[in-house]
């Protein structure tokens, strides 16, 4: 039951490290409970095990994903650590795929902690050019029988869309856990519970947080006995956000939708504007017609949108020249759009492909832009002025 003190409207922060527990009876009641790793304890008893503050902002989130239940971490990071370690065991060599096109600090990650200090048995599936096949994807699960399967909606930075539910059919066929990492398309384009997927992740510190002020991640699922597998894990490894970040986190998500939205309608415009540019090699955005897996993005968020973020690249004589012409852009328009390297603020930013990704990707020329929720025509008119002085 939450206990509400007095006539506020919002769960306050309670920063205690530790709660009361009063006397050595409900002393150990409260622990002896605690091994149940429910969601709303009896007993509060430390921070780093639940937290009221930090419950609040988590159903926020289940009402976002119409989820079960939803876990709030201190980054995105620990979100996907503590999703895959609930399926880690000791002794199970059942091998683990990756599809090929996810954050790079996730690649960090599985190559790093899963694969060379954890022993993991990792496979990555590709894609073939800028679509997954469906074909290729069985013929993988077959050869495979991953015992795990984890990909995003939205790739990064090209922003090739999954057929999400085919995926998650052929996933669950092998009897294989479905993780999705929904941070880009958000849970306002899609919720990928609803789809069947077992465990859903978000870098909180994107869109959710939304100002680019927070570090945060979560996780979202419906089964009970995943949910407390991961309140455990992430207990003892130390992944809870902390009751401030939740708290602001919780504000923050009360403009979600409205922010979101925005951010989608300002893509739609600046892709549509870019690709009208001489400049302009090539615009990567779903909600265009061109780009390969439009219809895909069409059907799975029903039109609502197709995402905040647009990748585009500068034509050129040659590299060099698409090279010049990328840092030209940059230098014009930073009075008013910044290079920083996250995504998702409120305020539109951009990042250079390159020197992230390095030759992954082929055009050299090529620049992710994240939509904010700034007036559409302020941001057309900077993109156009800074375009203009390029040649
Ligand atoms: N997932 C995706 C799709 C991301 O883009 C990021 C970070 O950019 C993460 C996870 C990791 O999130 P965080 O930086 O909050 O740890």
Redesign the pocket.
Known sequence: MKKKLINSTRMPVYRDAGFELTNADITGQAFKKETDNDHWPEHFIYSRYRNPTVIEAEEVLMKFEESRWALLTQ????A?DTALSVFQEAGDSRPWLFFSE??G??ISYIDSVLKNRRGINLHRFYPEGMRYDLDKFKEKMEDLKPSLVFF?IVS?PMLIIAPAREIVDIIHSYDSIAII?N??ASPYLLKPLGLGADIV?H????YLGGHGNI???ALCGNDQQIMKKAIEYRKYVGHMISPDDAYRLNTQMQSFFLRFRRQCDNAVTVAAELEKSELIEKVYYPGLVSHCTHSIAKEIFKKKGYGAIVTFSFKGKENKHKRQRRDEFIRAISDHIKLVP??GDSNTILMPVEPIWGDRYPDPGMIRLSLGIEDTDEILSVIKSSLAGII
């Open positions: 980054s995105g990071m620990s996907i996810i954050y600090g996730t995003e990064n990492d941070t880009f992740i870098s909180a510190t994107k570090t945060a991640g996250t995504l």
